[in-house]
């Protein structure tokens, strides 16, 4: 069983479109985070929740939504695509907030044109 | 922001060598970690050590930590060229909400 796992792998759109970008674990972890790795392979940290709560909301458009019904999931959603959201976002997991290991989804590469 | 810095950012080496990869940081910590990411992979996890450690070892792999430098070093020994991959530093801070990532260092080992 994958721990955590993310849809969809891959995301071709155009400018303007809105998009969602779905995670669940199965590890029963409390705390979830959504990060952006750019071009460069920087990673920054977008979100995190912890109980279905949000924690860090780091300084990213409000287009940017992310979504935890139960702790389990958190998904992302992004309204108004532009050309630099292009990136690779990760979906990730832990036992708490900022402790012990990150547990990393394997990645949904977003492309917008 | 507390973001790690790895040096080099590309480190190129023959098999059964060592690499030997660093990381910068900031501000205070409990404890740093490093990860792995192979090309189109998510990150892997590969070991963490506490802000009152100053070495830890598991399996091929050295961390040292030097809190008055605010620098961590990842030596891989005897290499092979399963290790490429790229290798992060990550960082939390004092009240421990997030983790800080960089760049990361590329390694090839070349078969």
């Known amino acids: 069983d994958t721990a955590v796992s993310q849809t969809p792998k891959y995301l071709v759109t155009q400018m303007g479109n809105d998009k969602s970008i779905k995670c669940e674990q199965n590890?029963?972890?409390?705390?979830m985070y959504w990060y952006k790795q750019d071009s460069k392979k920087f990673l920054k940290i977008m979100f995190s929740?912890?109980?279905?709560?949000l924690i860090i909301n780091e300084t990213v458009p409000n287009r940017f939504s992310p979504k935890s019904p139960d702790k389990a999931h958190l998904n992302l959603h992004i309204n108004s695509l532009e050309l630099g959201d292009s990136a690779v976002y990760f979906c990730?997991?832990?036992w708490g907030q900022g402790t012990g290991e990150l547990f990393f989804g394997e990645g949904s590469r977003l492309t917008v044109l | 922001s507390q973001q790690g810095e790895e040096d080099p950012q590309a480190l190129s080496i023959q098999e059964g060598e060592n690499a030997t990869m660093n990381c910068s940081y900031k501000?205070?910590?409990?404890?740093l970690q490093w990860y792995r990411q192979n090309s189109g992979r998510g990150l892997v996890h590969l070991i963490l050590?506490?802000?009152?450690?100053r070495e830890k070892h598991s399996g091929r792999l050295r961390v040292t930590l030097d809190t008055s430098k605010k620098s961590s070093s990842l030596l891989i020994t005897a290499s092979r060229a399963a290790d490429t991959a790229s290798y992060f530093c990550?960082?939390?801070?004092?009240?421990?909400?997030?983790?800080?990532f960089g760049t990361g260092t590329s390694l090839t080992v070349i078969p």
């Open positions: 990550a960082t939390d801070d004092i009240p421990g909400n997030q983790f800080y």
């Open positions: 050590i506490r802000s009152n450690e």
């Open positions: 590890l029963g972890h409390d705390t």
């Open positions: 929740y912890n109980n279905k709560e």
């Open positions: 501000t205070s910590i409990n404890n």
């Open positions: 990730a997991s832990s």
